[in-house]
């Protein structure tokens, strides 16, 4: 039972475009985000986090935005670089302190030069 | 960042056989370390919390007899597959809790193990 969506298994953008990632969920408990960045042969990191609490968090050319009642985020880049083609995974936890985390099924972004 | 090394990075072996995977903080004590398995186009999922010096906290579904979890330190945690069959191919990843970070930084990932049994 996937609790974390992210039905665009792949993304391709031009470089110096938007890039625009989807992740749905279904638990209402679920109250921390976090979308990850994975390059080939190297494990997933950390790129950014949003709380409940609020509707957008932004970091430099990453923005991430939260619809609570849509039970939705979207993870925004702009403008996209050619080092930003990887796996984005999107996350999902029933509070900050929880590190027990329920993942999406990623999605490959390819950013064109 | 904080190093997280899982050992192999891919593994074949036969049905019936068991495999051991190790992850190791290299620069970090991690007392706890959480144990994930991706089938193709799925998402990561959690199959157990590892916790240094107790038994590990399996999900559910997870049978804690077939993966064995032995956290004996404070930077090492392993899995392994036992009696191994061709349903148990997946990729399996760790990930290690430094508690010395900034909360966000706080999770990191080993680079997975890709483990194919025929």
């Known amino acids: 039972d996937q609790q974390v969506k992210q039905n665009s298994p792949s993304l391709s953008v031009q470089e110096g475009r938007i890039s625009i990632l989807n992740c749905d969920y279904t638990n209402s408990m679920f109250d921390y985000f976090l979308w990850y960045k994975k390059y080939p042969a190297e494990g997933p990191t950390f790129l950014i986090s949003i709380s409940s609490i609020k509707d957008k968090n932004e970091d430099g050319r990453f923005t991430v935005f939260l619809n609570k009642s849509a039970k939705h985020l979207s993870l925004h880049i702009v403008p996209s670089q050619p080092g930003d083609s990887a796996v984005y995974f999107c996350?999902?936890?029933?509070?900050?302190?929880?590190?027990?985390?329920?993942f999406g099924a990623g999605t490959t972004v390819t950013v064109r030069a | 960042g904080a190093v997280v090394s899982q050992h192999p990075s891919w593994v074949i072996c036969k049905s019936g056989t068991s495999v051991k995977i190790e992850c190791r903080s290299l620069?970090?004590?991690?007392?706890?370390m959480f144990w994930y398995r991706q089938f193709p186009k799925q998402s990561l999922m959690l199959m157990a919390t590892?916790?240094?010096?107790?038994?590990?906290?399996?999900e559910q579904g997870v049978e804690k007899d077939k993966f064995l979890i032995n956290h004996a330190s404070l930077t090492l945690s392993t899995l392994t597959v036992t009696s191994a069959h061709p349903e148990d191919s997946s990729f399996y990843i760790c990930s290690a809790r430094d508690l010395n970070r900034a909360h966000n930084e706080k999770l990191f990932f080993g680079s997975g193990t890709q483990l194919s049994v025929l």
């Open positions: 590892s916790n240094e010096g107790s038994k590990a906290t399996y």
């Open positions: 620069d970090f004590q991690a007392t706890t």
């Open positions: 996350a999902a936890s029933t509070s900050i302190n929880d590190y027990k985390l329920s």
